[in-house]
């Protein structure tokens, strides 16, 4: 089992393995116990290396606490002589709202830190998160990736996330800060127990559960993530995916000769793949959809549709996931693709949106050609309700494609970075 480590040296260590020639690093900070403790061993860090730092919260504006947790922090910054900024998460919130707001708080400290120049921006998660992490996920039913909680470097929205403390404990943090006399604040939500991870914590302490032996079996599983990912992608360069403008085929042959565990594992990460998402369906969803298209049957997931055909799966993008996005042309369109005409291509008058129903009763559709609901979700160039040109079909103004899902993309997402 692997003791809890000291603080600075853990941090030290995993900042020499991961990032060790970074001269500018991004902190996270909320103004919790967690970020506060981050923010000094990095000071402390950067004294050494040379490094310099720079902070910044987020508010998403859901709690009125949050105001005064971020002037904590604001101050902390100053006092240590760090730059600190405060983002504003500004969006009408839809669907889960915790889910939406991780998402915009990643994707708003990923454009700043690349405003900043930040080579990678470090995380306060520790090793009793971790444990938390791994029994969160053993509840909802997951396999060896969702075991394999959280690892200490990912990328993400385009940016490298470092969580150098994954081997402290919460309480060495708290401890180290005692010691120092620094104040840090207490979220309240972390006494909400409609919270499934505030439910899991209390139950951890009633058991008395090992969080070091629960961060281990995190450990074990990231090791066998990545020896399953090697094997499936191996499988795909071997001839069981094929790419065609943007779908995936999973090719049934091919599949029929490996082994449910890798069979899965291609099929997830295509989804994920066509959606351009960040994440890959949850397992139980994915063994039910498994199961129809085995049965001839297709189905919907992940904001993609997945099509059974004879000698193939297709995975293609859903209408319904793009049929409300538009913008201009050569801008990014679905996180994925960027279109232009090859003339006139800053006309502010030109689109980029899905053709739907709407736009295929303007073309001239091939024969054969991709099934209807892939055309339907084919990104095209539109000026009003007029479809100009549709670079997948070789249609209409001559156009050009800057940027589409590149099939290298697909091969390092099953592997583990």
């Not at 506060?36 to 990095?42: N, V």
């Not at 454009?111 to 998160?129: E, K, R, S």
């Not at 943007?246 to 090719?251: P, Q």
């Not at 559709?365 to 000026?383: F, I």
Request: charged fraction near 25%; hydrophobic fraction near 45%.
């Amino acid at each position: 089992m692997t003791d809890p480590a000291a603080p600075g040296q853990a941090l030290a260590e995993a900042m020499q393995r991961w990032v060790p020639d970074a001269r500018r690093i991004g902190v996270a900070m909320s103004g919790g116990g967690d970020s506060m403790a981050l923010l000094h061993l990095l000071a402390d860090w950067a004294a050494q290396s040379g490094a310099e730092l720079r902070a910044a919260s987020v508010d998403h504006g859901l709690r009125p606490e949050a105001a005064d947790e971020i002037a904590l922090a604001a101050k902390t910054c100053a006092a240590l002589g760090i730059p600190h900024d405060s983002l504003t998460w500004d969006e009408a919130p839809a669907g889960n709202l915790q889910a939406a707001a991780r998402d915009a708080r990643y994707r708003l400290l990923s454009d700043w830190a690349q405003a900043q120049g930040c080579a990678v921006v470090c995380l306060g998660h520790t090793q009793d998160d971790q444990a938390e992490t791994v029994l969160l996920r053993l509840l909802r039913g997951s396999g060896v990736d969702g075991l394999a909680a959280m690892r200490p470097r990912t990328l993400r929205a385009g940016t490298v996330w470092l969580r150098p403390l994954l081997a402290v404990s919460r309480a060495a943090l708290r401890a180290d800060l005692t010691a120092r006399g620094v104040a840090w604040a207490e979220d309240p939500s972390n006494a909400d127990l409609r919270f499934d991870r505030v439910r899991v914590r209390q139950a951890m302490a009633a058991l008395d559960l090992p969080v070091a032996r629960l961060a281990d079996t995190a450990q074990a599983m990231a090791r066998a993530q990545e020896a399953l990912g090697r094997r499936a992608a191996e499988a795909a360069q071997a001839g069981a995916v094929r790419f065609e403008d943007g779908d995936i085929l999973l090719t049934a042959d091919a599949l029929s000769a490996l082994d449910a565990e890798t069979r899965l594992r291609l099929l997830a990460e295509a989804l994920r793949w066509v959606a351009g998402a960040a994440y890959r369906p949850r397992l139980s969803a994915l063994t039910g959809v498994w199961d129809g298209l085995e049965a001839g049957q297709g189905a919907t997931l992940h904001g993609c549709r997945l099509l059974a055909g004879v000698s193939a799966w297709r995975v293609c993008r859903e209408y319904r996931a793009v049929a409300a996005l538009e913008v201009p042309a050569g801008a990014l369109w679905d996180g994925r693709w960027q279109l232009r005409l090859a003339k006139d291509e800053t006309r502010p008058d030109v689109t980029v949106r899905a053709l739907g129903q709407a736009g295929l009763g303007q073309i001239t559709r091939p024969d054969p050609g991709p099934p209807h609901p892939s055309l339907m979700s084919t990104p095209a160039l539109w000026r009003g309700d007029e479809v100009l040109s549709v670079p997948r079909l070789n249609w209409g103004l001559s156009s050009r494609v800057d940027r589409q899902p590149e099939p290298a993309s697909f091969i390092s997402g099953l592997i583990p970075h």
